[in-house]
Nanobody, 119 residues
Framework: VQLVESGGGLVQPGGSLRLSCAAS????????MGWYRQTPGKQRELVAL???????NYADSVKDRFTISRDNAKNTVYLQMNSLKPEDTAVYYCNVRGTDTDYNYFGYWGQGTQVTVSS
């Protein structure tokens, strides 16, 4: 299973960015797709999570500003980030958990994409 992220970059405070993460390979089913972020010297933290049952969870710091969505036909997860703040600056990683075609559970991370919020 491979994950390819895109959409990071430099944006001014108050601006918006949309991240994408496409999963491909020997996928039988995807259970959860999520976004995490990490800054130097800190642990990776959950930003948003979408489960196969349709539920979503957000970190308190991004509620009402970020929206996670999925295109199940394309095995792709998105993170729409609005009203960005300098403290949102981080490397963002997608994480996908599911079952492969051999019915083994898997969990993979994307390569990470830098988001920088600065004037």
């Amino acid at each position: 299973v491979q994950l390819v992220e895109s959409g990071g970059g430099l944006v001014q405070p108050g601006g918006s960015l949309r991240l994408s993460c496409a999963a491909s390979g020997s996928i039988f089913a995807i259970n959860a797709m999520g976004w995490y972020r990490q800054t130097p010297g800190k642990q990776r933290e959950l930003v948003a999570l979408s489960t196969s049952g349709g539920s979503t969870n957000y970190a308190d710091s991004v509620k009402d500003r970020f929206t996670i969505s999925r295109d199940n036909a394309k095995n792709t997860v998105y993170l729409q980030m609005n009203s960005l703040k300098p403290e949102d600056t981080a490397v963002y990683y997608c994480n996908v958990r599911g079952t492969d075609t051999d019915y083994n559970y898997f969990g993979y991370w994307g390569q990470g994409t830098q988001v920088t919020v600065s004037s």
